[in-house]
C-alpha cells in the first residue's frame, strides 16, 4: 500500500526528470541560496558568516587541512 508521502516523492520525481539540466541547476541554486538566507536570519549573521558557518560545517569530521583552515577561518 502506498502512502501519501510515497506518492509525493513519485510526483516530485517526475517534476525533477521533466526539467532540463539547465533548469535542475537553477534550481539546485536557488534552493541553496534559500537556505542561506534562511541561516542568516535564524543566526543573526551576514551572507559571508553564513558561507563560512556552511563550509565549516562540511569540513567537520573530516582531517583537518591547513589550507582550508586558512580558506575558511
Known sequence: MRSVADDLK??????????????????????????????QRARGIDRAEAVRVVERQRQSGR??????????G
Do not use: K, W
Request: hydrophobic share 50%.
Open 10 to 39: 513519485h510526483a516530485d520525481r517526475q517534476a525533477m526528470a521533466r526539467l532540463s539540466i539547465e533548469e535542475r541547476i537553477t534550481l539546485a541554486l536557488a534552493l541553496g541560496d534559500a537556505d542561506l538566507d534562511a541561516l
Open 63 to 72: 582531517h583537518p587541512s591547513a589550507c582550508m583552515r586558512a580558506v575558511i
